[in-house]
């Protein structure tokens, strides 16, 4: 029974707190950080072991392959949109993966991260299914990634409403696709709270980075093995 009770939890909790954010957009109050703090602190307080509660809850983990599969629906639904600016959302995607790859190498300069850190670190830009995925083909950690990918998604909105009011874009396409380029899914709910159109693009760069990521991830992993 305890390890229903944790999937009813965590599913009750997570609603709740994303009932609390739409009411209260705090940064704090990010589903994905408010709800795994308050598991953490219930995990630990009651002494439970992480397979007990891994027990059940790892359906929800399952979820991550049909999430991945209906990332297709919103390439369909506006699929006008690819064809008119496909280019710009190829050419951005990639400069979001140039730009993830860079900055690990540096920090992997700077700090000495190597191994299983920097390696788990590449991925971190795009949608947690993109990312776990790519990382077994880099070689780094899953648990790591998915810890990495909520830092990168929180820190993107954060510092992206900051660099995006003092520049002066204009087109709507201009103003979403950072969002989901460079922060994922909290991006997309960020560029979603301005426009639809903004929301729509950066659904769409969110899912052209996740893809082109997981293509190159393969290439990524056989340079690393053999530097």
Known sequence: MKPLLFLLLTVGLFYANHALHRRYPRWWLTPAIATSAVLIAVVQLSATPFPVYFGDT??????????????????????????????????????????????????????????????????????????????????????LTGLFVIITGLFGVLLGQVLLARLPLRMRIARGAPYGAAAHGFGLNKARSIGAQEGAVASLTMIFSGVLMVLLAPALGHLLTSA
């Open 58 to 143: 790892r359906w929800l983990s399952w979820l991550l392959g049909p999430a991945t599969v209906a990332f297709a629906l919103p390439i369909y639904q506006y699929r006008d949109l690819v064809k008119r600016h496909w280019l710009a959302l190829t050419l951005g995607s990639m400069a979001g993966i140039i730009a993830s790859l860079g900055s690990t190498l540096l920090l992997d300069r700077l700090l000495g991260l190597h191994g299983s850190i920097a390696q788990s670190l590449l991925a971190r830009s795009v949608s947690t299914p993109f990312a776990l995925e790519a990382t077994r083909h880099l070689g780094g950690s899953t648990q």
